[in-house]
């Protein structure tokens, strides 16, 4: 089982930046790919990036140039810095993490970019 616990989220004006983490309960290095999606108010939970455990990313192109997905394998932390946001932005951002046939969520954590 792996927890995982996502902070940064908040309140930002349009063309702001926010640094979003995830903390899991185990080293990353023992995790398979880990994601960042988002679900703003009445839509379905999308994928925003993820970045394998070497470390290779894909963006949906929404975000592209403007976010970036990192991991620390040798520590228990995943990141997302998120540049330029757009009022479109606003969600709550949960981390994912999957190993084999598992897969594991955070609670989200709220983030809102006034328009």
């Known amino acids: 089982q792996v927890q995982l616990v996502e902070s940064g989220g908040g309140l930002v004006q349009p063309g702001g930046s926010l640094r979003l983490s995830c903390e899991a309960s185990r080293m990353l290095v023992s995790l398979g790919n880990m994601a960042w999606y988002r679900q703003a108010p009445g839509k379905q939970r999308e994928l925003v990036a993820v970045i394998s455990l070497a470390g290779m990313t894909h963006y949906v192109d929404f975000v592209k140039g403007r976010f970036t997905i990192s991991r620390d394998n040798a520590g228990n932390t995943m990141s997302l810095q998120m540049n330029g946001l757009k009022p479109d932005d606003t969600a709550v951002y949960y981390c994912?993490?999957?190993?084999?046939?598992?897969?594991?969520w955070g609670q989200g954590t709220q983030v809102t970019v006034l328009s």
């Open positions: 994912n993490a999957e190993l084999r046939q598992s897969s594991w």
